[in-house]
């Protein structure tokens, strides 16, 4: 580990993994990898975390709904997260899952920590309220029904014994906070709606439940599991090595003590009051001891939303875009710019495909890119593929393009360190029109008829080489990828990322520098094309299979019939090799019942069923549609090879495979069953 430097923390919210991220999700993430790559260019050593939120509720119900456990729908979910964060080119440092052991002993610890330390805050009592399961929120503390602030639905009724968080006794230590430390809920006008919630009296808060299963049970009550906003929270320590105590590697105390506490937290608006109220009130009171210097994140730094016809993006209002089929048809780069460019930091934002594809065009495709390849093609053609060396260093000004370019690095430095992205691009995108307008003037183009005329070409293009070296590296913390391949066709050896942002200088490109060979990197997009690319990209998503032919990818699945082997779908061999007994021991078969059936949209051949096998209920997605409507197989008594890999198809997972005789020319599945009553779960041999 590097000591050396100055560190500096960001998170971004933990999310749910009941289900796949969508753009808004994906929005706080590229904003903080925005930060984190910006940070790493003026010299800190940065961590970036980021994670799944894994208990809770509503993941057990989702999981109950799908028919699997909450631990498979987690496990494949979080890995969605990180292959969309892959994609999008996050440089997190870190990724928490909630379910992760590591973290569980961290909460824990946190929670025996503060009953040691301040006795007095936490205290078990009876609870009748309403809750929202979705946002996990105490809608109310009365039993009356009450619909939730956050997502509008209907809380349900809760009413059981909980331990309890003293919220209450910390009124004046937060609003004291507040006043310490004047930036600690940003932009302002949140943290005046925090503050005049915390003078408004705080309730003591419960923090453990006892009627779910599915959370990190509570030190030496197990009966009770964590809240999970407590367990959540915690997540910003555990997800950099905080154990509190024994277990801690060395590694990780090292990591956490050079970390913690977080320079910042960045978070959608509606999530405020758990980070800014909840979050530092369990702090205080797990470290009384402590300077708040020492524990106390330095910064809850709230967003917009992003919104879908002026509604917040959300998956339960089904209004969601993804970000794959954008970065699959545009590039990163191009979902990445929009955002930042078009979102102003800290407001709600449109967010449309149409004005997408309009930006990049105008900004990437016409804009950066366009300017980079004439650039470097006419350095190529003209000056041999070197940057000229020249009698002396012009000055830029008396070159024509005024203060502008010899003050941007900072101005722009200015405004990443405010958080104003869209300010810190319309800086450098008025220079890329600036370089434009002085080429158009200069027509370094035009044949020279004499050496002086030469001699002014080759200045010329030094200054546009000049400006490109500034904004590349100016924009990289935003669109990482084609800035990296811009610099490398300006001959820069390494990687962008090593760069200093604030040691940017004017005439910084070395004269005699080889360029590379040059390249677009913004090709021009057909609008009506990509749009249609999206749209059938995202039905994919929305409903797997539902369009032909299907790319086969981790998420897509075959058209191919469900129970190939036994409907004769796939073609036997024509004399079957003989096995032996052993072999065939391999196979587990057993009887089964199946609970419930089900179409699966835009997917003709396939149904989807729970199937009772005695001691589980499996969720097996069998090729009979065409064949058995889904009404008439429930109750039903099925053979089912219960030890198969399970497979994924549509989306969904196949747990286990249905055998069926295949009668006709056609295949047509005739499923195997009893004659006599058999229990489920009984072996088939
Ligand atoms: N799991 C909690 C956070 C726990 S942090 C200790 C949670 N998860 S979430 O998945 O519902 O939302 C997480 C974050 O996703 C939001 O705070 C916000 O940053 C981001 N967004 C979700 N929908 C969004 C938009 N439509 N627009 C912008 N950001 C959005 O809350």
């Not at 800190?44 to 939120?53: K, M, P, Q, R, S």
């Not at 036994?566 to 061999?573: D, Q």
């Amino acid at each position: 580990m590097d000591n050396s430097r100055k560190k500096y923390y960001l998170t971004t919210p933990i999310y749910y993994a009941n289900s796949r991220p969508h753009v808004g999700s994906a929005y706080t993430t590229i904003v903080c990898d925005v930060i984190a790559r910006y940070k790493r260019m003026c010299g800190f050593d940065v961590a970036y975390l980021t994670g799944t939120d894994e208990h809770g509720v509503n993941i057990e119900r989702a999981a109950e709904k799908l028919g699997i456990s909450p631990a498979d729908l987690v496990n494949r979910n979080q890995q969605i997260f990180r292959d969309l964060w892959r994609l999008l080119g996050i440089s997190y440092t870190d990724f928490v899952r909630t379910t992760e052991p590591r973290h569980a002993v961290a909460v824990q610890n946190l929670v025996r920590r503060t009953q040691r330390v301040s006795p007095d805050a936490i205290f078990k009592r009876k609870y009748e309220g309403r809750y929202c399961v979705y946002d996990n929120l105490y809608v109310s503390d009365t039993p009356e029904p009450a619909d939730c602030q956050i997502c509008g639905r209907p809380a349900e009724l809760i009413s059981e014994e909980n331990y309890f968080f003293r919220l209450s006794a910390y009124q004046e230590k937060l609003l004291q906070l507040y006043k310490d430390q004047p930036d600690f809920v940003q932009p302002d006008f949140r943290l005046n709606e925090v503050k005049s919630f915390v003078e408004s009296g705080l309730k003591d808060l419960s923090i453990s439940r006892k009627t779910i299963k599915w959370g990190i049970p509570w030190p030496g009550d197990p009966e009770h599991v964590f809240y999970v906003w407590y367990d959540a929270l915690t997540s910003y320590m555990s997800g950099i090595g905080f154990v509190d105590g024994e277990t801690n590697s060395k590694k990780d105390s090292e990591r956490f003590k050079k970390f913690w506490p977080a320079d910042v937290h960045m978070i959608g608006k509606e999530i405020i009051r758990f980070h800014a109220v909840y979050w530092p009130a369990f702090l205080m009171a797990a470290f009384p001891d402590k300077k708040l210097s020492e524990y106390m994140p330095g910064r809850i730094q709230a967003h917009g939303w992003l919104l879908f016809e002026q509604e917040k993006m959300s998956k339960s209002k089904g209004n969601v875009a993804y970000a794959e089929p954008i970065v699959k048809a545009l590039g990163n780069d191009a979902l990445r710019y929009y955002l930042l460019r078009e979102v102003v930091f800290g407001q709600d934002g449109n967010f449309s495909k149409d004005a997408l594809i309009t930006r990049y065009n105008a900004d990437l495709a016409n804009g950066l890119g366009n300017l980079a390849s004439r650039v470097l093609a006419m350095v190529q053609q003209s000056l041999d593929g070197v940057v000229p060396v020249l009698d002396s260093v012009p000055d830029p000004a008396l070159m024509g393009f005024g203060d502008e370019v010899s003050t941007s690095p900072v101005l722009v430095r200015a405004k990443y360190e405010k958080y104003d992205f869209a300010g810190a691009l319309s800086d450098i995108w008025n220079l890329v029109a600036r370089v434009d307008l002085f080429l158009a003037e200069r027509r370094p183009w035009v044949q020279p008829n004499n050496e002086s005329e030469k001699k002014s070409r080759g200045v010329i293009l030094y200054n546009a080489l000049q400006a490109l070296y500034l904004i590349t590296p100016m924009a990289h913390p935003v669109i990482p990828d084609a800035t990296q391949k811009i610099w490398e066709q300006l001959g820069q050896p390494g990687t962008l990322a090593d760069v200093r942002i604030d040691q940017l200088q004017w005439g910084g490109l070395k004269p005699g520098t080889r360029i590379g060979k040059p390249e677009g990197v913004f090709p021009r997009a057909d609008k009506k094309e990509i749009l249609e690319r999206i749209e059938t990209m995202e039905n994919e998503i929305r409903n797997p299979g539902s369009t032909q032919p299907i790319a086969p990818s981790a998420d897509s699945a075959p058209t191919a019939p469900i129970i190939p082997a036994v409907t004769g779908a796939a073609a036997a061999p024509a004399t079957p090799a003989k096995i032996s007994i052993e072999d065939f021991a391999k196979v587990e078969l057993r009887a089964g019942v199946v609970k419930s059936a089900e179409r699966i949209q835009g997917a003709d051949k396939l149904l989807k069923l729970l199937v009772d096998i005695g001691d589980e209920v499996r969720q097996v997605l069998a090729g009979i549609a065409l064949s058995y409507a889904p009404e008439d197989l429930v109750g039903r008594k099925v053979v089912i090879v219960t030890n198969l890999a399970p497979r994924k198809m549509r989306g969904l997972e196949s747990n286990g495979m249905l055998l069926a005789a295949s009668v006709g020319p056609d295949g047509k599945p005739v499923l195997c069953t009893f004659a006599e009553d058999v229990p489920a779960g009984a072996k088939v041999k």
